[in-house]
């Protein structure tokens, strides 16, 4: 779930304010899509976080969505870059706004 007041531009702002511990991750870089990015968020969205990893391994990817989880107070998708599925692809990261700072 997540609270209609997170916006864009307050998402993004907390990526960038967060790059440091969010590098600690392995994330190359981040960004987000979906009904947030859109301003279309109701209480029940998720926060759609697309993500490349320099360094990916399981504990990385878990311990990213948790911190992300605990920075929103929101759900969230985790999409890992290279892993979306050929069909997302042209939705996705036609629409992606990354945060600045990676």
Do not use: N, P, W
Not at 15 to 24: M, R
Not at 34 to 43: D, F, I, K, P, T
Not at 74 to 83: H, P, Y
Request: net charge negative.
């Amino acid at each position: 779930m997540i609270a209609r007041h997170l916006s864009k531009e307050t998402v993004l702002r907390q990526l960038e304010e967060s790059a440091g511990i969010i590098k600690e991750y392995g994330v190359r870089r981040i960004g987000i899509f979906g009904s947030v990015l859109r301003g279309e968020a109701r209480e029940d969205s998720d926060l759609d976080v697309l993500v490349e990893f320099s360094e990916k391994t399981f504990d990385k990817c878990f311990g990213l969505k948790v911190f992300l989880e605990d920075l929103f107070g929101a759900k969230i998708d985790l999409v890992i870059a290279d892993k979306v599925k050929s069909r997302l692809r042209g939705q996705i990261f036609g629409e992606v706004e990354y945060a600045a700072g990676f």
